[in-house]
């Protein structure tokens, strides 16, 4: 589990459309930094310290696991994708975006890069009155007093307003699903996504126990004679765990994620079992299946059969080395079949092939974008 800290931006914007700016910023930055969990107001005020167009202001409060140091460099990264082009002129300039922390929990911080608390966030009404909206009882921590009456003592006598314009607030993928379930053919990194969204959104993580089922290595050596036994003893284990954990309310963690979901099972005993076998395997599955809780969306992982052999091979279980390639054709075929008759099921099919969503933070930012779109 990662450690989120708490921290206070001041945004403005008074070049091009402003407001789609100060949009634009809040969505980069619930994508790249963390969970913005307040907004202000949106608040215009007259250019401070030259002379140029009035500018739009908010304060934000952001839940992030970033240090201070990567904070500051995904905010440079921000303000240059919005337009922004820093300049050693220290002179005050119009600009279409303007990124500023505040606070850092309750840090000080002195580097060339970063300075918190900010040294004139005390001295502006356009930082101090958006702030006091979203937290007028945290504690600046030089003044050691609250934001509201740092508010009263300020001296700037230049004019705030409060306007009627909106912003919308991105929803974290934790206020957004309650269950996630991630699948995918043998190979595909369900197991690894599932334990890195669950790290960083403090989930509770439901892991499929394949490693203590007895019969999975003696079903690689002989299909015919352990398929029934295999494929019973997994669906049984998938109904208590599901039914158990799911069950379960925990008031630390609001997302449960987990790496399979209980139809598996009967996509993998169509390929598995003979025809008299799967059809008594179906009638218990569907008692079951009935009892389960769906999760609010499904995500499918395709990797193509190539790369699945290839990460097969490289994660080295014995009773894996002689999954063929036509075997996991026919999952691939199995789960596509199941997607198509779900017509209920909230589904995101997610092509990883070209993907490394381990090694490549782009890559696994791209599919959290792609999750929380849905």
């Given at each position: 589990m990662k450690l989120t800290k708490t921290t206070y931006l001041s945004l403005g914007s008074n070049q091009g459309n402003s407001l789609e700016n100060l949009q634009n910023a809040i969505c980069q930055?619930?994508?790249?930094?963390?969970?913005?969990?307040?907004?202000?107001?949106?608040?215009?005020?007259?250019?401070?310290?030259?002379k140029n167009d009035d500018f739009l202001n908010i304060c934000m409060e952001v839940s992030t696991n970033l240090n201070p140091k990567n904070l500051w460099y995904k905010i440079l990264e921000i303000e240059s994708s919005l337009g922004r082009i820093r300049t050693e002129n220290t002179n005050y300039q119009a600009r279409t975006m303007d990124i500023d922390v505040l606070l850092f929990e309750d840090e000080i911080i002195l580097s060339k890069q970063l300075t918190v608390p900010h040294t004139k966030m005390l001295t502006r009404n356009f930082v101090l009155i958006p702030l006091t909206e979203i937290a007028?009882?945290?504690?600046?921590?030089?003044?050691?007093?609250?934001?509201?009456?740092?508010?009263?003592n300020?001296?700037?006598?230049?004019?705030?307003?409060?306007?009627?314009?909106?912003?919308?607030?991105p929803l974290s993928l934790d206020e957004k699903y309650n269950y996630i379930a991630i699948e995918g053919n043998i190979g595909a990194g369900k197991t690894t996504l599932s334990n890195m969204i669950g790290n960083e959104f403090n989930a509770r993580l439901v892991l499929e126990r394949f490693a203590e089922n007895p019969f999975l290595p003696k079903f690689y050596e002989?299909?015919?004679?352990?398929?029934?036994?295999?494929e019973m003893s997994f669906l049984a284990d998938r109904y208590q765990q599901l039914s158990?954990?799911?069950?379960?309310?925990?008031?630390f963690k609001n997302l449960i994620v987990?790496?399979?979901?209980?139809?598996?099972?009967?996509?993998?005993?169509?390929?598995?079992?003979?025809?008299?076998?799967f059809n008594?395997?179906?009638?218990?599955?569907?008692?079951?299946?009935?009892?389960?809780?769906?999760?609010?969306?499904?995500?499918?992982?395709?990797?193509?059969t190539e790369r699945l052999l290839e990460n097969i091979k490289k994660r080295g279980r014995e009773y894996e080395k002689n999954i063929q390639a036509d075997y996991l054709d026919k999952i691939h075929k199995g789960y596509f079949n199941f997607v198509k008759s779900q017509q209920d099921l909230n589904t995101l099919i997610i092509d990883v092939s070209d993907m490394d969503f381990v090694k490549n933070k782009s890559?696994?930012?791209?599919i959290l974008k792609k999750i929380k779109a849905i």
């Open positions: 930055i619930a994508d790249s930094i963390g969970k913005i969990v307040r907004i202000s107001s949106v608040y215009k005020t007259s250019a401070w310290g030259f007028p009882n945290v504690i600046h921590p030089i003044e050691k007093k609250s934001i509201s009456s740092c508010l009263q300020t001296k700037d006598i230049n004019g705030v307003k409060k306007t009627d314009l909106k912003l919308v607030r002989d299909k015919d004679r352990y398929a029934f036994p295999l158990d954990d799911l069950a379960q309310f925990d008031l987990s790496d399979y979901y209980i139809f598996k099972s009967l996509i993998f005993s169509q390929i598995t079992l003979q025809k008299d076998e008594l395997y179906r009638r218990m599955f569907d008692v079951m299946y009935k009892e389960i809780t769906k999760p609010d969306l499904y995500i499918y992982l395709y990797q193509n890559d696994y930012t791209t």
